[in-house]
């Protein structure tokens, strides 16, 4: 049973995509990088927009209290959509694993921390009762996705089929809780998924899956700022996001923040200078083109 509540759920969801409506206008027209004194911080979309906003939301409020930066939470209604904001340079912060790519590290992004959390993989699942127990059985069949900029959802899973020369069906969620929808509602016979979100849904949804195929170890998803955002305020996000867990107000704030996703308590935010994510550059070379 999730611990956010459907209705509010649904009421959240109206909201935000009431905001999304007026960003979508925004979008447009090119937007200067900064607007007064807010700085726009994009998540990728890892669950469903109002499970996303009940996570980010608080952490929001908190970093941007604690370092006297004004941060707004900017998603789009799919992980493609956000990550678009990013590439056109409608945001300072984001938090993503969407441009570890050569032509996409030459943008200067720059990491500076990370999610602490048992390693994350990029794994092919069915529901534990499926019939399917090995991936050669995909073959014709629909595999549900979050969207075509999911690394370790998408790219690193859907690699492995086609290396495999294995002739799927590809069907996109929006997000990693919409792809697990099209799995349970029988739509997909399968799904691509990042392991740590899938521990998630079964927490909140009580659904479980059979693993047909594990990628190695990968770290969680990356903060990272744009380079054009001065020093002094990058240093002062970056502090608030990496001393939560040590200030008992900010203790607070992320085990409530992680009990809306299926996170431990110990899911919080430590300094990295990027050279953690070798995996998913690695990945690049290797991948079929039509993923890179």
Do not use: C
Request: glycine content about 8%; charged content about 20%.
């Amino acid at each position: 049973m999730s611990p956010f509540p459907a209705a509010l759920r649904r009421l959240a969801a109206r909201v935000l995509l009431a905001g999304l409506g007026a960003l979508g206008l925004l979008a447009a027209t090119p937007v200067m990088a900064q607007e007064g004194d807010v700085y726009r911080f994009s998540p990728v979309n890892q669950y469903g927009i109002a499970v996303t906003a009940a996570y980010w939301n608080p952490i929001m409020a908190y970093v941007s209290e604690k370092s006297g930066v004004k941060l707004q939470l900017k998603i789009g209604r799919t992980s493609a959509d956000t990550t678009a904001y990013v590439l056109a340079q409608e945001v300072e912060f984001i938090f993503s694993n969407h441009l570890f790519s050569p032509e996409r590290e030459s943008l200067g992004w720059k990491v500076f921390g990370r999610r602490l959390t048992p390693p994350v993989y990029s794994q092919i699942l069915v529901p534990a009762e499926s019939p399917i127990t090995d991936l050669a059985q995909l073959a014709g069949k629909e595999v549900a996705f979050p969207g075509p900029e999911a690394l370790v959802a998408y790219k690193f899973a859907a690699a492995q089929l086609m290396n495999r020369k294995i002739d799927f069906k590809t069907v996109f969620g929006g997000n990693m809780d919409g792809a697990f929808g099209q799995l349970f509602s029988g739509k997909a016979a399968a799904v691509g998924a990042n392991s740590q979100l899938a521990e998630g849904y079964t927490r909140r949804e009580g659904r479980k899956f059979r693993v047909l195929w594990q990628s190695q170890p990968l770290h969680d998803l990356a903060l990272m700022s744009a380079s054009k955002v001065p020093d002094k305020v990058q240093k002062a996000v970056a502090a608030a996001f990496l001393g939560m867990h040590a200030d008992p107000k900010g203790r607070a704030v992320l085990t409530q923040a992680s009990a809306q996703v299926g996170l431990g308590d110990e899911a919080y935010f430590v300094a990295s200078d990027g050279s953690e994510y070798v995996g998913y550059r690695e990945f690049y070379r290797n991948a079929p083109a039509s993923l890179r």
